[in-house]
Protein backbone atom coordinates (compact mmCIF):
# COMPACT_ATOMS: atom_id res chain seq x y z
CA UNK A 1 0.00 0.00 0.00
CA UNK A 2 1.16 3.55 -1.20
CA UNK A 3 1.02 6.50 1.71
CA UNK A 4 1.66 9.95 -0.43
CA UNK A 5 2.81 12.31 2.35
CA UNK A 6 3.03 16.06 1.46
CA UNK A 7 4.87 18.45 3.82
CA UNK A 8 7.42 15.64 4.12
CA UNK A 9 10.40 18.00 5.28
CA UNK A 10 8.20 19.63 8.05
CA UNK A 11 8.57 18.25 11.19
CA UNK A 12 5.26 16.08 11.08
CA UNK A 13 5.42 15.30 7.60
CA UNK A 14 8.83 14.23 8.49
CA UNK A 15 8.38 12.33 11.45
CA UNK A 16 4.98 10.40 9.60
CA UNK A 17 7.53 9.59 6.42
CA UNK A 18 10.02 7.55 8.93
CA UNK A 19 7.32 6.08 10.89
CA UNK A 20 4.83 4.59 8.10
CA UNK A 21 7.71 3.39 5.83
CA UNK A 22 7.89 0.40 8.04
CA UNK A 23 4.92 -0.82 6.84
CA UNK A 24 4.27 1.45 3.39
CA UNK A 25 5.44 2.76 0.29
CA UNK A 26 5.90 6.17 0.99
CA UNK A 27 5.21 8.79 -1.88
CA UNK A 28 7.31 12.01 -1.07
CA UNK A 29 5.22 15.49 -2.75
CA UNK A 30 6.85 18.83 -2.43
CA UNK A 31 4.18 21.58 -2.87
CA UNK A 32 6.33 24.07 -3.23
CA UNK A 33 6.63 22.50 -6.91
CA UNK A 34 3.15 23.08 -7.25
CA UNK A 35 2.31 24.92 -10.95
CA UNK A 36 0.35 28.18 -11.59
CA UNK A 37 -3.42 27.49 -10.12
CA UNK A 38 -4.98 27.23 -13.55
CA UNK A 39 -1.97 26.62 -16.08
CA UNK A 40 -2.16 23.77 -18.07
CA UNK A 41 0.37 21.53 -16.35
CA UNK A 42 -1.53 21.47 -12.87
CA UNK A 43 -3.49 18.23 -13.94
CA UNK A 44 0.02 16.74 -14.62
CA UNK A 45 1.39 17.40 -11.40
CA UNK A 46 -2.15 16.11 -9.71
CA UNK A 47 -2.15 12.85 -11.42
CA UNK A 48 1.47 11.86 -9.40
CA UNK A 49 -1.46 11.78 -6.47
CA UNK A 50 -3.58 8.59 -8.07
CA UNK A 51 -0.52 6.35 -7.53
CA UNK A 52 -1.41 6.37 -3.77
CA UNK A 53 -3.82 4.59 -1.54
CA UNK A 54 -3.23 6.97 1.31
CA UNK A 55 -2.76 10.65 1.24
CA UNK A 56 -1.91 12.81 4.00
CA UNK A 57 -1.69 16.59 3.47
CA UNK A 58 0.83 17.74 5.91
CA UNK A 59 1.32 21.16 4.35
CA UNK A 60 1.29 24.24 5.75
CA UNK A 61 2.34 27.72 5.83
CA UNK A 62 2.73 29.02 9.54
CA UNK A 63 3.05 32.28 8.55
CA UNK A 64 1.58 32.41 5.49
CA UNK A 65 2.86 35.50 2.69
CA UNK A 66 3.26 34.87 -0.52
CA UNK A 67 0.07 33.85 -3.48
CA UNK A 68 1.93 30.44 -3.03
CA UNK A 69 1.53 30.41 1.01
CA UNK A 70 -2.37 31.13 0.85
CA UNK A 71 -3.09 28.57 -2.12
CA UNK A 72 -0.84 25.72 -0.04
CA UNK A 73 -2.49 26.07 3.10
CA UNK A 74 -6.05 26.92 1.79
CA UNK A 75 -6.81 25.95 -1.67
CA UNK A 76 -4.70 23.27 -2.46
CA UNK A 77 -6.57 20.69 -0.30
CA UNK A 78 -10.08 20.82 -2.34
CA UNK A 79 -8.33 21.32 -5.74
CA UNK A 80 -6.60 17.89 -4.79
CA UNK A 81 -10.24 16.34 -3.31
CA UNK A 82 -11.74 17.81 -6.00
CA UNK A 83 -9.19 15.84 -8.69
CA UNK A 84 -9.14 12.92 -7.17
CA UNK A 85 -13.17 12.57 -7.21
CA UNK A 86 -13.23 13.32 -10.97
CA UNK A 87 -10.89 11.19 -12.19
CA UNK A 88 -13.06 8.05 -9.59
CA UNK A 89 -9.77 7.47 -7.46
CA UNK A 90 -10.83 5.88 -4.56
CA UNK A 91 -7.77 7.31 -1.84
CA UNK A 92 -8.05 7.71 1.66
CA UNK A 93 -7.47 11.68 1.59
CA UNK A 94 -6.00 12.64 5.50
CA UNK A 95 -6.03 16.18 5.79
CA UNK A 96 -3.94 17.90 8.90
CA UNK A 97 -5.52 21.30 10.56
CA UNK A 98 -5.29 22.94 13.71
CA UNK A 99 -7.43 23.50 16.31
CA UNK A 100 -6.65 26.95 16.18
CA UNK A 101 -10.52 26.61 13.74
CA UNK A 102 -12.04 26.51 16.51
CA UNK A 103 -10.91 28.33 19.54
CA UNK A 104 -11.73 32.07 20.15
CA UNK A 105 -9.44 34.59 20.25
CA UNK A 106 -7.07 33.06 17.19
CA UNK A 107 -7.47 35.53 14.33
CA UNK A 108 -4.39 35.43 13.08
CA UNK A 109 -4.03 35.07 8.89
CA UNK A 110 -2.80 31.88 9.41
CA UNK A 111 -5.65 30.10 11.09
CA UNK A 112 -7.91 32.02 8.57
CA UNK A 113 -6.10 30.39 5.86
CA UNK A 114 -7.08 26.72 7.76
CA UNK A 115 -10.41 27.62 8.23
CA UNK A 116 -10.80 28.46 4.61
CA UNK A 117 -9.66 25.23 3.67
CA UNK A 118 -11.79 23.56 6.13
CA UNK A 119 -14.31 25.38 4.42
CA UNK A 120 -13.96 24.64 0.52
CA UNK A 121 -13.30 20.60 1.93
CA UNK A 122 -17.34 20.44 3.40
CA UNK A 123 -18.74 18.69 0.75
CA UNK A 124 -15.68 16.35 0.39
CA UNK A 125 -14.55 13.12 1.64
CA UNK A 126 -11.64 13.36 3.42
CA UNK A 127 -10.84 12.82 6.95
CA UNK A 128 -9.50 16.01 9.07
CA UNK A 129 -7.41 15.71 11.96
CA UNK A 130 -6.93 19.18 13.90
CA UNK A 131 -4.18 19.00 15.84
CA UNK A 132 -3.20 20.58 19.08
CA UNK A 133 0.18 21.74 20.17
CA UNK A 134 2.91 18.68 18.60
CA UNK A 135 6.06 17.89 20.92
CA UNK A 136 8.66 15.52 20.73
CA UNK A 137 10.19 13.72 23.73
CA UNK A 138 13.23 11.71 24.24
CA UNK A 139 13.56 10.07 28.06
CA UNK A 140 10.93 12.42 28.33
CA UNK A 141 12.62 15.58 27.92
CA UNK A 142 10.70 17.99 25.04
CA UNK A 143 13.19 18.24 22.12
CA UNK A 144 14.31 21.16 19.75
CA UNK A 145 11.81 19.98 17.33
CA UNK A 146 8.44 22.02 15.90
CA UNK A 147 7.59 25.28 18.05
CA UNK A 148 9.54 24.05 20.71
CA UNK A 149 13.16 25.36 18.26
CA UNK A 150 12.62 29.37 19.07
CA UNK A 151 12.29 28.21 22.94
CA UNK A 152 15.44 26.36 22.83
CA UNK A 153 17.34 29.29 20.37
CA UNK A 154 16.42 31.37 23.47
CA UNK A 155 17.85 28.96 25.77
CA UNK A 156 21.23 28.72 24.23
CA UNK A 157 21.35 32.84 24.82
CA UNK A 158 24.67 31.72 27.15
CA UNK A 159 25.25 35.14 28.08
CA UNK A 160 21.63 35.84 29.88
CA UNK A 161 22.23 35.20 33.93
CA UNK A 162 18.26 34.89 33.81
CA UNK A 163 15.27 33.63 31.52
CA UNK A 164 12.35 35.87 32.06
CA UNK A 165 8.95 34.09 30.32
CA UNK A 166 5.44 35.06 29.82
CA UNK A 167 2.86 32.92 32.41
CA UNK A 168 1.01 31.19 31.95
CA UNK A 169 0.77 32.40 27.89
CA UNK A 170 -1.31 30.01 25.68
CA UNK A 171 -2.72 27.47 27.07
CA UNK A 172 -2.48 23.86 25.41
CA UNK A 173 -3.29 20.08 25.76
CA UNK A 174 -0.17 19.14 23.80
CA UNK A 175 0.07 15.73 22.41
CA UNK A 176 3.67 13.91 21.66
CA UNK A 177 4.21 12.99 17.82
CA UNK A 178 4.46 9.04 18.46
CA UNK A 179 0.81 9.46 19.32
CA UNK A 180 -0.21 11.20 16.20
CA UNK A 181 1.38 8.96 14.46
CA UNK A 182 -0.12 5.87 16.22
CA UNK A 183 -3.68 7.55 15.62
CA UNK A 184 -3.31 8.14 12.03
CA UNK A 185 -2.27 4.69 11.51
CA UNK A 186 -5.32 3.39 13.21
CA UNK A 187 -7.10 5.60 10.59
CA UNK A 188 -5.14 3.97 7.91
CA UNK A 189 -5.84 0.63 8.95
CA UNK A 190 -9.75 1.35 9.12
CA UNK A 191 -11.38 1.53 5.76
CA UNK A 192 -14.83 3.00 7.13
CA UNK A 193 -12.84 5.93 9.32
CA UNK A 194 -13.92 8.83 6.59
CA UNK A 195 -15.21 11.84 6.05
CA UNK A 196 -14.45 12.33 9.72
CA UNK A 197 -13.30 15.41 12.08
CA UNK A 198 -10.97 14.97 14.95
CA UNK A 199 -10.09 17.03 17.77
CA UNK A 200 -7.32 15.81 19.09
CA UNK A 201 -6.00 16.92 22.61
CA UNK A 202 -3.45 15.53 25.24
CA UNK A 203 -4.85 14.52 28.50
CA UNK A 204 -2.62 17.43 30.42
CA UNK A 205 -2.67 20.84 30.51
CA UNK A 206 0.21 22.87 29.88
CA UNK A 207 0.74 26.45 29.78
CA UNK A 208 3.54 28.00 27.83
CA UNK A 209 5.20 29.12 30.84
CA UNK A 210 4.78 25.30 32.38
CA UNK A 211 6.23 23.80 29.02
CA UNK A 212 9.44 26.54 29.01
CA UNK A 213 10.05 25.75 32.95
CA UNK A 214 10.15 22.04 31.94
CA UNK A 215 12.86 23.30 29.02
CA UNK A 216 14.82 25.29 30.89
CA UNK A 217 14.84 23.30 34.15
CA UNK A 218 16.40 20.17 31.87
CA UNK A 219 19.20 22.56 30.78
CA UNK A 220 19.55 23.92 34.40
CA UNK A 221 18.72 27.44 33.17
CA UNK A 222 17.47 29.71 35.77
CA UNK A 223 13.75 31.09 35.35
CA UNK A 224 11.61 34.41 36.15
CA UNK A 225 7.92 34.66 35.49
CA UNK A 226 6.34 37.68 33.97
CA UNK A 227 2.33 37.35 35.04
CA UNK A 228 0.02 38.26 32.93
CA UNK A 229 -3.09 37.82 34.65
CA UNK A 230 -3.67 41.22 35.95
CA UNK A 231 -2.35 42.72 32.03
CA UNK A 232 -5.37 40.36 30.94
CA UNK A 233 -7.80 42.14 33.15
CA UNK A 234 -7.48 45.16 32.19
CA UNK A 235 -5.78 45.39 29.02
CA UNK A 236 -8.31 47.23 26.65
CA UNK A 237 -10.25 45.30 23.93
CA UNK A 238 -9.02 46.98 21.09
CA UNK A 239 -5.03 45.51 22.42
CA UNK A 240 -6.45 42.13 22.58
CA UNK A 241 -7.98 42.14 19.11
CA UNK A 242 -5.15 43.27 17.47
CA UNK A 243 -2.88 40.94 19.45
CA UNK A 244 -5.66 38.00 18.14
CA UNK A 245 -4.97 39.03 15.00
CA UNK A 246 -0.97 39.01 15.52
CA UNK A 247 0.95 35.78 14.36
CA UNK A 248 3.80 36.55 16.39
CA UNK A 249 5.13 36.04 20.15
CA UNK A 250 3.79 39.07 20.97
CA UNK A 251 0.25 36.72 20.87
CA UNK A 252 1.30 34.66 24.32
CA UNK A 253 0.14 37.62 26.20
CA UNK A 254 -3.37 36.44 25.94
CA UNK A 255 -4.22 33.48 27.74
CA UNK A 256 -5.89 31.52 25.66
CA UNK A 257 -6.69 28.04 26.16
CA UNK A 258 -7.07 25.94 23.05
CA UNK A 259 -8.82 23.25 24.90
CA UNK A 260 -11.77 25.28 25.18
CA UNK A 261 -13.93 24.22 22.64
CA UNK A 262 -17.85 22.84 22.34
CA UNK A 263 -16.90 20.25 19.61
CA UNK A 264 -16.15 16.10 20.53
CA UNK A 265 -12.93 15.84 21.56
CA UNK A 266 -10.55 12.90 20.54
CA UNK A 267 -7.82 12.31 23.85
CA UNK A 268 -4.31 10.69 23.13
Not at 94 to 121: Q, W
Not at 145 to 164: A, Q, S
Not at 255 to 262: M, P, R, V
Request: net charge positive; with cysteine.
Amino acid sequence: MKVLITGYSGFLGNFLSKSLSKKYEIIKVNLRDIPEKNSDSLEIFLNQFLKADFIINCAACLKPKSKNDIFINQDFPNILATHLKQQKKIVHFIHISTLNVIIDGRNDFYTITKKNAEEKLKNQNVTILRLPLVLDKIENIIQSTGNFKKIDRYLNFNFLPIYPMFSPGHIHNPVEIIKISNFIEKILLNKNDKNIIYNILGKNKKSLWDLFFEMASNRNKKTFKIDLILLNRFMPSIIKNILKKNSTFLQQLLIIDHSEFKEKKEYL
